[in-house]
T-cell receptor
Framework: NAGVTQTPKFQVLKTGQSMTLQCAQDMNHNSMYWYRQDPGMGLRLIYYSASEGTTDKGEVPNGYNVSRLNKREFSLRLESAAPSQTSVYFC????????????FGQGTRLTVV | KQEVTQIPAALSVPEGENLVLNCSFTDSAIYNLQWFRQDPGKGLTSLLLIQSSQREQTSGRLNASLDKSSGRSTLYIAASQPGDSATYLCAGIRSNDYKLSFGAGTTVTVRA
């Protein structure tokens, strides 16, 4: 019953450091998403991948890059972390387009100091 | 920019009372609506998905309705229990790109 798995669960970075958040799903879903959740701002879409081989920007893409490595995996990279990127990051997937029920991972809590 | 609004932001009820959570959206491209539950420090758990061809969905004590013409969805939780205490989020799913747009959530407290 793995569903959507994110690693790591927690991370502390110094300003300017880089890191990659990993996400994998075992439900054979076509679409995958990266969201960030901030107090008072709700969940905002960073990037998404409608299908393997495609990626597109969401609402808040600046400072991030993504890679859809294969159908299972969708990674999010911070090239030069900034304190404004302190947040909880969630990966999600859905079968799409007929069945759009989305499933979320447990999140990565990132602090940039 | 599409908006998804949830009212109220917070709700406190005694155990046994029925809960009514509201979600409204302005984007006509939203064709499906999904409700989630989030416990503190945890991820989102899918509760119900209402597809455009449906007007409501039921799962146990939960019932969700969708009225696309008015841009509204309502989640009903019958006979609330303390274990129902959580934040409930609704998300509209767009028909052209399948992106989810979230409301800010309603935080529910059920008092024993």
């Amino acid at each position: 019953n793995a569903g959507v798995t994110q690693t790591p669960k927690f991370q502390v970075l110094k300003t300017g450091q880089s890191m990659t958040l990993q996400c994998a799903q075992d439900m054979n879903h076509n679409s995958m998403y990266w969201y960030r959740q901030d107090p008072g701002m709700g969940l905002r879409l960073i990037y998404y991948s409608a299908s393997e081989g495609t990626t597109d920007k969401g609402e808040v893409p600046n400072g991030y890059n993504v890679s859809r490595l294969n159908k299972r995996e969708f990674s999010l990279r911070l090239e030069s972390a900034a304190p404004s990127q302190t947040s909880v990051y969630f990966c999600a997937s859905s079968e799409g387009p007929v069945n759009t029920e989305a499933f979320f991972g447990q999140g990565t809590r990132l602090t940039v100091v | 920019k599409q908006e998804v609004t949830q009212i109220p932001a917070a709700l406190s009820v005694p155990e046994g009372e029925n809960l009514v959570l509201n979600c409204s959206f302005t984007d006509s491209a939203i064709y499906n609506l999904q409700w989630f539950r989030q416990d503190p420090g945890k991820g989102l758990t899918s509760l119900l998905l209402i597809q455009s061809s449906q007007r409501e969905q039921t799962s146990g004590r939960l019932n969700a309705s969708l009225d696309k013409s008015s841009g509204r969805s309502t989640l009903y939780i019958a006979a609330s229990q303390p274990g129902d205490s959580a934040t409930y989020l609704c998300a509209g799913i767009r028909s052209n790109d399948y992106k989810l747009s979230f409301g800010a959530g309603t935080t529910v407290t059920v008092r024993a």
